[in-house]
């Protein structure tokens, strides 16, 4: 699992880096080998033209590096650092076509990541004060949920769930298949080992006292107004101390602190990684004679 300050740049990292500049580059770079030399040699700089929270810096040198191995790369920020809008991340000095192929995949990479980290931020920063958790969901882009959820926690936030393998989480569909929570948790809880929690969907009363009953480790209040959860949370906390309340469903920045308020233990947000907008990044060339690094 990624720590939560430090990327490190493993082989599967380095897989997808290939493939990502297979996707884009293919079977050459017709522009820039068309007009420029391979002895051309630049500066670039990559900076932010709006304030935020950097992500990605060591993903999106690495690709530089991957795609020219000699390219000299000057790190001025790292990962969670927060910038004004001008700030310099990285200045890379040398092939200028090596530059320019692997500009566009790694400021996706970059302007991307710096985005969750940042929509991250300013939620924890509703939630001061307040003794709960912001969590992550899968709702990530296919193939990049290991450096979205690493974003996240970059932001300051924690990760739910990385995938359908590491904690079992009854949903709608799955209490319906089942015959109900009761059935479903009892079913689960005889096929997974002691380690493993069992998490609870809930979208009623019904089904939170339901879970409760049926000894769920975690309950989700999915979609609660505020005066339901407030209910559930006592009655919860009373019954099972020990049970963990998350609260769930189209919350946003304006309405969170009053969901934490309510006493829940994790909110977890989809818009994390699924709607972000992503940080405004850029990279521009100097020719090396008119700029030292």
């Known amino acids: 699992m990624l720590d939560r300050r430090l990327l490190r740049i493993d082989s599967s990292i380095h897989t997808k880096i290939e493939q990502w500049l297979e996707e884009d580059i293919g079977t050459g770079d017709l522009t820039t080998s068309s007009i420029i030399s391979d002895d051309h040699h630049s500066k670039a700089i990559v900076h932010v033209k709006e304030p935020g929270i950097v992500a990605g810096i060591p993903v999106a040198t690495a690709v530089f590096q991957h795609v020219d191995s000699q390219l000299l790369i000057s790190e001025k920020m790292v990962d969670g650092d927060e910038l004004k809008q001008g700030a310099v991340l990285f200045e890379i000095i040398g092939r200028t076509g090596s530059i320019l192929r692997a500009e566009r995949l790694a400021l996706n990479l970059l302007q991307r990541l710096s985005g969750i980290a940042t929509r991250t931020r300013n939620y924890v920063d509703q939630l001061t004060g307040i003794d709960v958790r912001l969590v992550d969901t899968r709702k990530t882009t296919p193939g990049h949920r290991a450096l979205e959820k690493y974003a ?37 809880r005889t096929q997974i080992p002691h380690t493993v929690k069992i998490e609870v969907e809930a979208e009623n009363p019904t089904e939170w006292q339901d879970a409760l009953e049926a000894g769920a480790d975690i309950i989700m209040l999915d979609n609660t107004d505020l005066a339901e959860m407030k209910t559930a949370v006592q009655v919860i906390k009373q019954q099972s101390p020990h049970t963990i309340i998350e609260a769930s469903g189209g919350l946003t920045e304006q309405t969170i602190r009053a969901v934490a308020e309510c006493g829940v233990d994790v909110i977890s947000v989809g818009a994390l990684t699924s709607s972000v907008q992503s940080l405004d990044i850029s990279l521009d060339l100097y020719e090396k004679k008119e700029a030292s690094l």
């Open 152 to 188: 996240v926690r970059i932001g300051g936030g924690y990760n739910h769930r990385f995938g359908l393998y590491d904690a079992v989480m009854i949903k709608d569909n799955h209490i319906k298949a089942a015959g109900g929570i009761h059935s479903a948790v009892k079913a689960a």
